[in-house]
C-alpha cells in the first residue's frame, strides 16, 4: 500500500466555536481513533486533495507535532451541496494488528466475452478485505481473460493467502452479458422527470443548511 504524508497541525480545543473558526480558515477537522486517546488535529483543505479525490487508498502517514502515525481513512463527511470536506475520521494502524479496508478493484485481461460482443458489467468497484499493513496491497487484480458471455467472477473467486475477504463470497464483482441483454437494461431505465430533479434539488439544499449545524457542534 502507497504511503502518502501529510502534516497537520493537533488541535488545542475542540467544540463547535473552535470547529466554525478552523472552517472559515478553509481548514479541516479531524480525528484519529486507535490511538490510546483519540487525537483532533487540523490541515487546510488543499493537503487533503490528492488524498481524498482519488481510486487510490493509502497508509496515511499522518505528522502531529513531529510525532508520526500510521493510518487510514475510515470516514469523510462532504457538504451536501458544494462538496466541500467538512470533517475526515482517521483510524491509526500498527504493524501486527490486522484492520479492515476497502479497495479498489483492478481489472486484468481482456474478456473473449466482450471480444466476442459481450458486455462487461461491474457491479462492485471496491472490496472490503482484513490482513496487515505489510501485506497489504495497493488494488485487488481481478482477471477476466477467460470470462465469456453469461460467465462471472465472485468474491470467492479471488485467492489470497494474507487477506480475508470481508464481503459475502457470493456476491458478485462482475460479469459479462450478451450485447442484446446490455441494450434491454437501458431500456428499461428511463431519464428522470425534471420536476424530480427540481424538488431533489430543494432537498439538497435544506440537508446543507443541516449538515453545517450538526458537523459544528465538533
Known amino acids: 500500500m502507497k504511503v502518502f ?3 497537520v ?3 488545542e480545543q475542540t467544540g463547535k466555536k473552535e470547529t466554525v473558526k478552523l472552517r472559515k480558515q478553509e481548514m479541516v477537522p479531524c480525528v484519529m481513533y486507535g490511538t490510546d486517546e483519540i487525537m483532533h488535529f487540523y490541515a487546510h483543505k488543499n493537503e487533503f486533495k490528492d488524498l481524498v479525490y482519488t481510486d487510490n487508498v493509502y497508509n496515511v502517514r499522518l505528522d502531529i507535532e513531529g510525532t508520526k502515525h500510521d493510518a487510514i481513512m ?13 470533517h475526515i475520521d482517521f483510524l491509526a494502524i500498527k504493524a501486527d494488528k490486522p484492520f479492515t479496508v476497502a479497495l479498489p478493484v483492478n481489472i486484468v485481461g481482456t474478456s473473449p466475452g466482450v471480444l466476442g460482443g459481450g458486455k462487461l458489467r461491474q457491479k462492485r468497484r471496491y472490496l472490503r478485505v482484513r490482513g496487515l499493513i505489510n501485506d497489504m496491497p495497493e488494488k485487488i487484480d481481478v482477471d477476466i481473460s477467460k470470462l465469456q458471455v453469461n460467465d462471472g467472477i465472485k468474491i470467492g473467486d479471488i485467492e489470497s493467502d494474507k487477506l480475508t475477504f470481508v464481503d459475502p463470497h457470493q456476491s458478485q464483482i462482475l460479469g459479462v452479458i450478451s450485447g442484446r441483454a446490455a441494450a434491454a437494461a437501458m431500456e428499461i431505465a428511463e431519464p428522470e422527470e425534471e420536476g424530480e430533479e427540481a424538488e431533489g434539488g430543494e432537498e439538497a439544499e435544506g440537508a446543507a443548511e443541516g449538515a453545517e449545524e450538526e458537523s459544528s457542534e465538533e
Open 9 to 11: 497541525t493537533k488541535r
Open 74 to 86: 475510515q470516514d469523510i463527511q462532504f457538504h451536501p451541496v458544494t462538496d466541500e470536506i467538512l
Open 5 to 7: 504524508e501529510l502534516k
